[in-house]
C-alpha cells in the first residue's frame, strides 16, 4: 500500500499541467492525446529480483512476466498494446540468460504484435523497467474511477493461482506433483488480459488488473469511485487445484489477498451486463461474477449470503521485502 | 561500447515490425506515427547510482540530471518534449531525500513544460529510468544517419568539464576553490540542449547528444553514416578552467574522451551552414565548428593541421564498473 502513498504525496504534486495529457498519474495507465481518433495509454512498471519475482525464477519465465505486467495495465484501460521500451540492469553479462530473457519478452511481442522500440542496459542487481504503450479510441478508456453503486463486480479467469504457487515455492504448502507445473506456470507467465481489455472498454464502468490482490486491487477501484463493495465468498472462481489444496475456505481467502493473478477485475452496469457477457462469451473469454457494488464506500465479503470477517490484507508480494 | 553491442544483438532481432514505428532501436530516440503531423520521440535511460553518478551526489542533482538525460535524447532528435515516466527504485523510504529528488525533477519539468505522466517505486538499489516523449513534425527529425561527407561538424557550448569535475570528485586533480562549483555543476546539472535541437531540426544533418564521450558519441554518426571525420583539436571550446587546470594539450584530449557533457555534436551541410549559425546565434546558442565529415570512415584528430594520434577511448563514466 505505501507503494501508492508515496507516489501520490512527491509525484502528483507537480507544476505542470499539459493540455494533451487527458489522464495523469493514479490509474493502471495515463492517457496522452496528440492527434486522430485514439489516445496513448501510458504505463510503467518495474520488476526486481528477489521482490517481484523470485530469485530462482527462469530468465524465460521473467522475460515473459515483465512484459506482462504492463501489457495487463494496457488491458485494464482497455488499450491495445503497441510499442515497448524496457530498460534491463543485469549483473553481468550472461549470453544464455539473455537469449532466453528475450525469447520470453519476444514471444509475448509477437502474440500481441507490440514491438520493443528502445531501451537501456546497465550493470547492477537484476532489475526491469518496462515502459509500455498502447492505443484506445478517445472516450473509450476504462478507469479505475467510473464504477457506481450497483454496478457488478466481475473478475475474468480463475484467481489465487500465482499465490498457491508462491506458498509452493516458499515451502509453506505442497502441490502434488501432477498439478505443479500448472500452477507454477501461473505465477511465471501470467496472461495479459489483452483481448477482454478491448472488448471491455465498450461495457465496463472501471477496470483494473489483479495485481496486488483482489481486496486491494478493488480498494483501488472503490476509493476511486467512491463506492463499496460486497464480495460473494462463494462465487469465487477458485481452481479444483486451488480448491483440494487448501479446501474451499483458506482457497477463498488467498485468493482474496493473493498477487500476481494479472485477471481484470471489472465493473459493470445492468444495462451493460448482458451485452458485456455476450461480447465476452463469442470471444471465448471466462468471467465470473463476485458481487456487487454499493453507496457504503468499505468493502465487505458473504459466504452464504452471511456476513464473514476478512482477514487478510492486500498486497502480498512473495517476499516480506515488499516494494515500497 | 559493450551497450551498444548488447542492444543490438539480443534486442534488435525481434519478429514485430510495426507500420506505425518510422524508426527503432539504434537512434537517441525511436520514432512512433499515430496521427497528424507530429511523430512521437520516445527514449528511455537507467541512471545507477555509483555507475552513472557519484554515491555522494546529492538528491536534487540526481533528480534534475535523471530527467536531463532523457531531454538530451529527445534534443539530440529535434523533439520538443512533452511526457516523462519515472521508475524510481530507492533503498528506503527517506522523505527529504524524495523531497530534493523531486524538487529536481519538477524544476526541469516546469522549465521545459513537460508532464510527470506516470511511473513506478520500488524497493532496491538506488536507481532511476526515465521514459521520455517529446514531439517532432513528421519528416523533421534529425538521426544520426543523415550525416554526408563534406558536412561541417558542430558542438554546442563547451566541452569536457563534466570530465574535468569527476577527476576532481576522483581525486586525481585539485580545482582552483573559486570555480569548484561552477565545473561541478556542470556534471550534476547538465542542460539539455532542447531549444538547439528545436532549430536544429531544420538545419542539421545529423545529430546525437555527448554522454559517452565526443570520440565515442562521433563514433555512433560516423558508423550510422557511414563517413569518417577530422576534428581540429585547437578548435574545441574548452572552458578556460579546463585549460588553466590542465594545460591544453591535455585538457584537449579530456574534452575527446570525456563523457556527460549533454551538448549536441551535430553536422550540417555547406549549404545549411549560415543559415543554421545565424538562427542559433539569435537564439543566443554558442556553437563552435570543431571539423568536417569526410569519406573515410575513420576519425582523426589534427593540431594545427597536423595529424595528432587519438589516445584516449570514448565512453568514460566515472566509474570502472561501466554501463554494460
Chains 1, 2 share one sequence.
Not at 501520490?8 to 499539459?18: I, L, P, S, Y
Not at 496522452?32 to 526486481?48: K, Y
Not at 494479472?262 to 465493473?267: A, G, P, Q, S
Amino acid at each position: 500500500m505505501k507503494e501508492f502513498d508515496l507516489i501520490k504525496r512527491f509525484f502528483t504534486e507537480q507544476g505542470v499541467k499539459r493540455k494533451d495529457v487527458v489522464l495523469g498519474i493514479g490509474d493502471d495507465c495515463a492517457l496522452v492525446h496528440v492527434s486522430g481518433r485514439n489516445n496513448i495509454a501510458v504505463t510503467t512498471d518495474t520488476l526486481i529480483a528477489g521482490v517481484h519475482f523470485p530469485h530462482e525464477t527462469s530468465p524465460r519465465a521473467i522475460g515473459h512476466k515483465s512484459i506482462a505486467v504492463s501489457l495487463s495495465d494496457l488491458a485494464a484501460m482497455g488499450a491495445d498494446p503497441t510499442w515497448l521500451s524496457l530498460a534491463l540492469t543485469v549483473p553481468e553479462i550472461d549470453e544464455k540468460w539473455l537469449e532466453e530473457f528475450c525469447a520470453g519478452v519476444f514471444e509475448l511481442c509477437e502474440y500481441y504484435n507490440v514491438q520493443l522500440i528502445g531501451g537501456d542496459t546497465t550493470q547492477g542487481p537484476l532489475s526491469i523497467t518496462v515502459t509500455a504503450q498502447g492505443l484506445t479510441p478517445v472516450d473509450k478508456h476504462i478507469t479505475r474511477s467510473g464504477a457506481k453503486a450497483g454496478d457488478w463486480l466481475y473478475v475474468t479467469g480463475e484467481i489465487g493461482d500465482a499465490a498457491l504457487a508462491l506458498k509452493h515455492i516458499q515451502g509453506e504448502i505442497t502441490i502434488e506433483d501432477v498439478f505443479k507445473e500448472q500452477i507454477v506456470s501461473k505465477l511465471d507467465y501470467p496472461k495479459p488480459r489483452v483481448l477482454a481489455g478491448h472488448i471491455l472498454r465498450d461495457y465496463a464502468s472501471s477496470a483494473i488488473d489483479l495485481s496486488d490482490g483482489l481486496i486491494s486491487d478493488l480498494g483501488h477501484i472503490c476509493k476511486a469511485s467512491a463506492v463499496g463493495a460486497n464480495i460473494v465468498m462463494e462465487d469465487l472462481p477458485i481452481s479444483s487445484v486451488m480448491s483440494d489444496t487448501l479446501g474451499h475456505e483458506q482457497a477463498a481467502q488467498v485468493a482474496l489477498s493473493g498477487g500476481d493473478d494479472y485477471e481484470l477485475l471489472f465493473t459493470v452496469s445492468e444495462d451493460n451486463k448482458v451485452g458485456m457477457e455476450t461480447a465476452l462469451a463469442n470471444s471465448g473469454i471466462a468471467i465470473t461474477c463476485i458481487g456487487q457494488l454499493n453507496a457504503s464506500e468499505v468493502i465487505t465479503t458473504t459466504f452464504n449470503k452471511k456476513p464473514v470477517p476478512i482477514t487478510v490484507s492486500g498486497f502480498e508480494h512473495f517476499s516480506s521485502n515488499s516494494t515500497v
